[in-house]
């Protein structure tokens, strides 16, 4: 349960005026932990507003993947979740949802590097050879 500054000050005053943590957690009906964790904030910060949050990614930190592509423009999904150690399913949810990315793929297919007409390729022959190139670009 979250409590507003003001409250937190008048649970520590009531505190400060000689009741026991006891007495100030039942007359207030929060938890002694809270309670200690109030006095430790006004002791190391002077006030009682929360701390602000740092946010600590579990594996991959979203910017070191925005800076990765910006230097590799053709890296697909697969190789970026291999370079980091993670599963393909979670790179493209960084990249769709927390980097705002969306894969354009290129309309016409390639083969062993190189662009080809499609109409004059045998479709069972090559169809193994070729393949399309996607990239990933920031959403307009």
Sequence with gaps: MYY???YREKVIGFLKRGKSESETAEAFG?????IWRWQQLEREQGHFKNRPLKRKYKKVNPEDVNKYIDNHKDVNAVELAEKFKIKTQSML????????YVCKKNSEPIVNGTKVDESNLE???NRNNRKRLYMWMKQA
Excluded: N
């Design 123 to 125: 479709k069972k022959s």
């Design 93 to 100: 949810y960084i990249l769709k949802k927390k980097l705002k």
């Design 30 to 34: 929060v938890s002694r932990s809270s």
């Design 4 to 6: 507003e500054e003001g």
